[in-house]
C-alpha cells in the first residue's frame, strides 16, 4: 500500500471512530454554539461602552473559531494519545507500515473536516445572532487548516507525555483556556497591561487571530510586518510554527518499531 492509501484509510478509520461516539459529536458542535450565544446574542458588543466586549462583533470572529480550531485538537489528539497508550495500540500499528508521521497526518485530516465543518456552522451563527458584517475571504480555509496542524501537533505532544487520558484532557484545558483569552482573540492587546505584549507574541493563536482578523474585519487594521499584508505575514508565521509543532508532535509519538 502506498503512503497516501495507508494516509486515506487511517483517515476513514478515524472518521468512523469519531462519528460513533454521539456525545463527542455533540459537544464539538454544541459548545461554540452555546458560546456564541452567551456572548454574542445575550452579552453583546457595545463599541461606544466600556468592559469586555468593546468593539463591533465581527472583530470578535477569531475568538469564536478559535474555540474549535484551538480545543478540538488539543482535547482530541491528546486523549486520542493517551488512549493508543494506554491501549498498547501503538504496539499494535507497528506492526503495520503506517508511520507515526502518517498515524497523525491521518488524525489530523479529520479533525481538520470535524473543524471545517464546526467553523462554518460558527460563522452562520455569528451572523444571524450577532448581525455580525464579514468580509469573507478564501484565506479562511488555510488559517483554519494550519491552525489545526498546529494544534494537532500540540495535543499530539500532551497525549504523549501525560499519563493518562485525563490528565491529557486537564493539560489541554490548563493550556487552552489562557490562549483562548489571552491571545487578542476576545480581549485586545490595548487591554492588557505593558509587559504582557510578549507573551501574547508567544502564542500561536495571536497569529491566527491576528490574520482572521485581518481577513474578515480590516477595520481592525494591524500588520505583523511591516510593508506586508497583515493576514498573509501572520499566515506565514502561523505556518512556521504549525511545521514545528507538526514535527514535534509526531517525534514525542511512542516508538515501538
Known sequence: MTRVGRVRAATGAGWRSFVRR?????FTFFFPVILIAIFGALVQTDPTGG???TEPAAYYVPGYLAVVVLFTPLSRMG?????HREGNRFEKLATTPLTRGEWLLAQT???A???GLASLLILGMVIVLTGAEIAFSPLLVP?????VVCFC???AMLGSYTDSQDGAVAASNAIGLPLLFLSETFVSLEQLPGWFEPLVNLSPLTYF???VRAATYPEAGGSAVAGVDPALANLGILTAVAVIAFTLGARSIPRTD
Open 22 to 26: 454521539r456525545t463527542a459529536v455533540f
Open 51 to 53: 468592559g469586555l466586549f
Open 79 to 83: 486523549s486520542e494519545v493517551a488512549r
Open 109 to 111: 485530516a479529520v479533525n
Open 113 to 115: 473536516a470535524i473543524i
Open 143 to 147: 488559517y483554519v487548516l494550519v491552525g
Open 153 to 155: 501537533g500540540v495535543g
Open 209 to 211: 487571530a491576528r490574520g
